[in-house]
């Protein structure tokens, strides 16, 4: 038996135990976003250097200005490469809490629609599972072979939600310690269920909060409606200018500089592998596309910049009726990028674009949440063809190399700071509810996630 | 000393005693529109039942649906009018809390940046302080003189910040007990701290909330912006498109039908009395009438009618950023209505305004929150010139005949349910900050408006 099946028996045979210490995991409320849990975030660093300790790493937590961030090497045989794998044990906030079929925190197995098992927690499949599918394979290959078949360096941060600034910094600061030959991120997914795949174009985004005053207190609406300018209407006016409601696009002046139209190969590949429209926004209710007219759903998500506003709020908002006047209002707005689209340009058409509709006796007050452009994997690089195989073999099918709507901006910044090209390889499926309530990670996933890492450590070894 | 003038002096005497009585009232939180107040709701009602036994009325709190509805009564002179008075003993929700100077039902005595004494406290001027004013004249008579000049029946209730039901059917299941030659209503303000005022034209109101679903699920915007729908955008468009951005007209169809121009000689006299744009809006903070293009602010919010978006909600609204497309999004929205505008009818052409904009892939739902049409007193009411000069009398000055832009339902209720026209007198000011933060109620309001009242019932039994 080679040392990879070996590895591959010993993660078989442990399954139980892995899922054991991904549940004890899950159940660390790490909200990075609020301040409430901050205590939370510290107790899920200090868990995974704990175990990284157990694999034989040397391991730490190290101090930011925000939330920690824990680093661990183990070495590999000589002369073998080395990799930087990156994941973060933040999570998203779990409201609507109501929403919830078991306690967010409280990780259980369920039986989805499908039959199949699922990992159900917050966290489960953003990105907890996914970095413990990676732990899990050392700690397979350590058992099984006494050694890992490269050497591993682990970053592990925790402010991937809350559009934390401390990462880049960091690795600046330790790019020496931090070298390697290739990063490898898991914080992705596959296809479908049953095909593996490598994302090589990731959206970039920018985060803004804008904030809409009006009057110096809040108003009653008899007494002042009609005459006094209502915040509410206002941001209203300026959202919905936002996109061009014939053809959907984004109406940013300059929003469309340094976006590429996508190769015709590529669309018709696109058409082939993707879902439908019918299939992609029916397994969440929907059917038609509502972005940009032309494009398919797909096509929309993976390679075309967006405007979204992820939430909003003014007045009075309990059960029952206020007749209430704001004085001020606010709304959350994302923009994802792609081709060269640059952040702080788009940020700042944004702010320009609220400017200049902004009627009088009213001000406004901009938040910044992060900032990152696109980046897209190059097709030349030479470990992506390895990485490949691996899945390949282990899912029995050919593994696909995607686009993916959302962003990792460390995959810029990794490059930035260190000069590395990245390995985007994810477990997830895109009926995860990442972000939502119920969120899951599928049993399978996780355990052939674990073995994937085996194969793709070993392969690229070679 | 007349008798009204032995009243006069027992208000001053007393005021002290009169001051904690309107304390104790107000630290009751009977917040209508949260069921978790229901009790203290239940408590205030109690509360007014011990007063107006105490005050020598046949007193009860009498079951409705919701909360209960106080009725007292006590006879007048053989042959002297009766009047019905209303008022509320509910009181408007206290959010953003973090915005109030003192707690909102510790109510206490503070000096106004003008120097005046302020009595702050929610619900000071809406409406416990007013409807303490007239049931502490009652007393003042009675201490006096041992008798009221005119018969006087009280109905205080419980849901007229919450857009009940449930007063109407009770005014006419109970007509034969409420009989009276005239109705009484202390809900309004006065021209300004020198000159009282009697309200004669008041807008109507209908108020709905709305309700999109696009999605069955919270979404990723990373992995769903631009394709799926997103809820708070389908909002905002259909809300900025409630009103003409050139001429600041409400775009509902047929919404101007029924809406009376102003008389020339009307708009010439409000124009000389009422407070000019910069007055008027400049003690909120304003300048710039936002309104319908050609109209004063004062003609905006006494004449014409209006749209309000009075709150909205959708996605994440926490500090920090969550890249959610959320499944819902909702807003409330009201509308002023003047002259012989149908609520109704209003409330359907939204409904259709909505309906007609709302895309694929969306869903609606709206919840009915209260409507009442406009309504104005007949100029040649009997006791109309009578209760102008006893206000006259007592503010040394000329009262004013004035419009408000506030709605109260009740007005058009005891004319359907009872035959009543109603003399609207109050003693608010426009700075009362009613619905806002830091509420509060003049203590010369108070102790003047106790007075008026003095002179009014005497007044009214000539």
């Given at each position: 038996?080679?040392?990879?099946?070996?590895?591959?028996?010993?993660?078989?045979?442990?399954?139980?135990?892995?899922?054991?210490?991904?549940?004890?995991?899950?159940?660390?409320?790490?909200?990075?976003?609020?301040?409430?849990?901050?205590?939370?975030?510290?107790?899920?660093?200090?868990?995974?250097?704990?175990?990284?300790?157990?694999?034989?790493?040397?391991?730490?937590?190290?101090?930011?200005?925000?939330?920690?961030?824990?680093?661990?090497?183990?070495?590999?045989?000589?002369?073998?490469?080395?990799?930087?794998?990156?994941?973060?044990?933040?999570?998203?906030?779990?409201?609507?809490?109501?929403?919830?079929?078991?306690?967010?925190?409280?990780?259980?197995?369920?039986?989805?629609?499908?039959?199949?098992?699922?990992?159900?927690?917050?966290?489960?499949?953003?990105?907890?599972?996914?970095?413990?599918?990676?732990?899990?394979?050392?700690?397979?290959?350590?058992?099984?072979?006494?050694?890992?078949?490269?050497?591993?360096?682990?970053?592990?941060?925790?402010?991937?939600?809350?559009?934390?600034?401390?990462?880049?910094?960091?690795?600046?600061?330790?790019?020496?310690?931090?070298?390697?030959?290739?990063?490898?991120?898991?914080?992705?997914?596959?296809?479908?269920?049953?095909?593996?795949?490598?994302?090589?174009?990731?959206?970039?985004?920018?985060?803004?909060?804008?904030?809409?005053?009006?009057?110096?207190?809040?108003?009653?609406?008899?007494?002042?409606?009609?005459?006094a300018r209502n915040p509410i209407q206002v941001l209203c006016d300026i959202l919905s200018d936002l996109r061009d409601g014939a053809t959907g696009r984004v109406t940013l002046s300059g929003f469309y500089d340094g976006v590429p139209e996508l190769p015709d190969d590529v669309r018709r590949l696109w058409r082939d592998i993707g879902p439908s429209d019918e299939a992609g926004l029916g397994s969440v209710g929907l059917r038609w596309p509502a972005g940009e007219v032309g494009y398919t759903a797909l096509e929309q998500t993976w390679c075309r910049p967006s405007c979204e506003i992820n939430g909003i709020s003014g007045g009075y908002e309990e059960p029952g009726f206020k007749t209430v006047l704001p004085a001020k209002a606010s709304a959350k707005v994302s923009f994802r990028l792609v081709g060269t689209q640059e952040p702080e340009t788009i940020r700042a058409a944004f702010r320009e674009h609220v400017r200049l509709r902004l009627p009088k006796d009213c001000s406004v007050e901009f938040i910044a949440h992060g900032g990152s452009p696109a980046s897209v994997v190059p097709s030349d690089m030479p470990q992506l063809e390895k990485a490949l195989e691996a899945l390949s073999e282990e899912w029995n099918t050919q593994a696909a190399v995607i686009g993916c709507g959302g962003s990792i901006p460390v995959v810029g910044e990794v490059k930035e700071a260190l000069g590395l090209d990245t390995l985007l390889i994810g477990f997830g499926l895109d009926d995860d509810r990442i972000h939502s309530p119920n969120e899951k990670y599928s049993l399978t996933s996780f355990h052939k996630g674990t073995r994937s890492w085996v194969r793709v450590l070993t392969a690229l070894a070679r």
């Open positions: 038996m080679t040392a990879t099946h070996k590895a591959l028996e010993q993660v078989d045979s442990n399954i139980n135990d892995s899922l054991e210490r991904l549940f004890a995991f899950l159940r660390i409320p790490s909200i990075s976003t609020q301040a409430a849990h901050a205590q939370d975030c510290r107790a899920a660093a200090d868990w995974l250097v704990k175990e990284l300790h157990a694999l034989g790493f040397e391991a730490s937590s190290r101090e930011t200005p925000g939330h920690p961030i824990v680093v661990g090497h183990r070495a590999g045989p000589q002369d073998a490469p080395h990799v930087l794998f990156y994941g973060h044990y933040d999570v998203q906030p779990v409201d609507p809490l109501n929403l919830w079929q078991t306690p967010p925190f409280e990780p259980c197995l369920m039986e989805g629609p499908d039959g199949a098992q699922e990992i159900r927690a917050r966290g489960a499949a953003d990105d907890k599972g996914q970095v413990m599918t990676f732990l899990e394979a050392c700690r397979a290959l350590i058992d099984a072979n006494g050694a890992l078949p490269v050497g591993v360096t682990m970053v592990i941060e925790g402010e991937e939600e809350s559009g934390g600034t401390n990462l880049l910094p960091f690795l600046k600061a330790n790019a020496g310690e931090l070298k390697a030959d290739v990063a490898l991120i898991c914080d992705t997914g596959m296809l479908d269920a049953k095909t593996p795949a490598i994302t090589t174009m990731l959206r970039g985004m920018v985060g803004e909060e804008v904030i809409v005053t009006a009057a110096d207190r809040d108003l009653h609406s008899g007494m002042f409606g009609n005459a």
